[in-house]
């Protein structure tokens, strides 16, 4: 059961807000959110990781603490997306929980 970090906060804008700069002031929202992951990792160092929606509601999901695995929270999700091969979710999303791992956004497991 993967383990969000206390030190992780997603969150989703409605603007870039991580490219503002003083010669850089969106005046209209994007399309699509723009979705955010800011976290501490082991170091101390602060990160900030742009995501994707499907990466926004794994971290929701893991932040529930429903007690699900991590292949069980794909496959919830390859459900709510009604993904004609819900495989390629599981194979893509195993990928995305060890990035997540590596930055430490996601602290660990738990059984």
């Known amino acids: ?26 005046a209209v929202p994007g399309d699509q959110p723009v979705c955010l992951v800011i976290y501490r990792d082991r170091g101390h160092e602060v990160g900030f990781l742009e995501i994707n929606p499907v990466t926004k509601r794994l971290l929701e999901l893991i932040g529930a603490a429903s007690g699900q695995t991590g292949r069980q929270l794909l496959e919830q999700i390859a459900t709510e997306m009604n993904h004609p091969n819900p495989a390629v979710v599981i194979e893509g999303g195993t990928g995305v929980l060890k990035q997540l791992h590596e930055k ?8």
């Open 104 to 111: 430490d956004i996601i602290s660990g497991t738990r059984r």
């Open 1 to 26: 059961v993967p383990v969000l970090s206390p030190l992780a906060w997603h969150f989703s804008y409605a603007f870039p807000v991580h490219e503002i700069a003083p010669g850089n002031i969106p």
